[in-house]
Nanobody, 118 residues
Framework: QVQLVESGGGLVQPGGSLTLSCAAA????????MGWYRQVPGKQRERVAR???????NYADSVQGRFIISRDNAKKTVFLQMNRLKPEDSATYYC????????????WGQGTQVNVSL
């Protein structure tokens, strides 16, 4: 099973920035479309950003223009740069390989917590 390790979360004030990282212990990382997801207690996990194996990106409307997803295939890592953070961005963030709109490839990692608050 593929191990996913997310990091980079923390406490940040509204309007601030954070960059999350996700390392995937998998061979041929470059072959996979990758996504960042987030979840708050009591709500479904939602995908906020996706990057294809070719580097094409798309974003949820709620983060469009504020978040940037990128990848480093040599390091088998996907990043999420989060700018102009809002309190509603507070969640646990996860990465995974995207199979379809609602299906991911691997088991979830432990996630990284982001808290946006004064």
């Amino acid at each position: 099973q593929v191990q996913l390790v997310e990091s980079g979360g923390g406490l940040v004030q509204p309007g601030g920035s954070l960059t999350l990282s996700c390392a995937a212990a998998v061979s041929s990382f470059s072959r996979y479309d990758m996504g960042w997801y987030r979840q708050v207690p009591g709500k479904q996990r939602e995908r906020v950003a996706r990057i294809s194996r070719l580097g094409n990106t798309n974003y949820a409307d709620s983060v469009q223009g504020r978040f940037i997803i990128s990848r480093d295939n040599a390091k088998k890592t996907v990043f999420l740069q989060m700018n102009r953070l809002k309190p509603e961005d507070s969640a646990t963030y996860y990465c995974n390989s995207v199979l379809s709109e609602s299906i991911v490839q691997w088991s979830w990692g432990q996630g990284t917590q982001v808290n946006v608050s004064l």
